[in-house]
């Protein structure tokens, strides 16, 4: 069964960087694209970035030139690099399988940026 570990989450100022990190177990992880989604209380969980299983990536608007994700299949590790972090950015961020994410959900890890 498919195990799902989000970290790295914390607070942060405006402007400033966090490194997310998911590792997966259960799975032949490198044959599965990916993808990272956050979600804030009383609101729709959102899609926020993709990786592919050959490392094609792609991002929602929001977050475009600001987020990069990475994956390594040999830790079955995958990343995202928050960079000029956002008020507007603070939820708590998921991965999971993209597309069809239909793996149990992990516990999330917090992001909050604030002053």
């Known amino acids: 069964q498919v195990q799902l570990v989000e970290s790295g989450g914390g607070l942060v100022q405006p402007g400033g960087s966090l490194r997310l990190s998911c590792a997966a177990s259960?799975?032949?992880?490198?044959?599965?694209?990916m993808g990272w989604y956050r979600q804030v209380p009383g609101k729709q969980r959102e899609l926020v970035a993709t990786?592919?299983?050959?490392?094609?990536?792609n991002y929602a608007d929001s977050v475009k030139g600001r987020f990069t994700i990475s994956r390594d299949n040999a830790k079955k590790v995958v990343y995202l690099q928050m960079n000029s972090l956002k008020p507007e950015d603070t939820a708590v961020y998921y991965c999971?399988?993209?597309?069809?994410?239909?793996?149990?959900w992990g516990q999330g890890t917090q992001v909050t940026v604030s002053s």
């Open positions: 999971n399988r993209h597309p069809n994410p239909n793996w149990v």
């Open positions: 259960g799975i032949f992880f490198s044959i599965y694209g």
């Open positions: 990786i592919t299983s050959d490392g094609s990536t």
